[in-house]
């Protein structure tokens, strides 16, 4: 995952990149505004995100949400896409 910033170290944690990208689905629709998230949060760090998008993250957060499982609506939409 990138931040898009040059050198942002923060994409170094390979690890947390992973969880992200895991928790998106390895969907680059999905994993695009989660990096514009990191992105726009440079007190952020890789792993923080990957907590808050599993729901780990802070309770006190006004924009916590439970996570969402894209895996349904690509099983659905990726089928109904014209070859």
Same mark, same amino acid.
């Given at each position: 995952?990138?931040? @898009?910033?040059? @050198?942002?170290?923060?994409?170094?944690? &390979?690890?947390?990149?992973?969880?992200?990208?895991?928790?998106?689905? /390895?969907?680059?629709?999905?994993?695009? #505004?989660?990096?514009?998230?990191?992105? %726009?949060?440079?007190?952020? &760090?890789?792993? /923080?995100?990957?907590?808050?998008?599993? @729901?780990?993250?802070? #309770?006190? %957060? #006004?924009?916590?949400?439970?996570?969402?499982?894209? @895996? #349904? %609506?690509?099983?659905?939409?990726?089928?109904?896409?014209? &070859?």
């Amino acid at each position: 995952m990138s931040t @898009g910033v040059p @050198g942002d170290e923060r994409a170094t944690d &390979t690890g947390a990149v992973h969880d992200v990208a895991g928790r998106c689905g /390895y969907l680059p629709l999905a994993i695009r #505004p989660a990096a514009a998230r990191l992105r %726009a949060r440079p007190s952020w &760090t890789v792993r /923080y995100l990957a907590e808050r998008l599993c @729901g780990r993250g802070s #309770p006190s %957060a #006004p924009d916590q949400r439970p996570p969402i499982s894209l @895996g #349904p %609506a690509a099983a659905v939409s990726f089928p109904a896409i014209p &070859t």
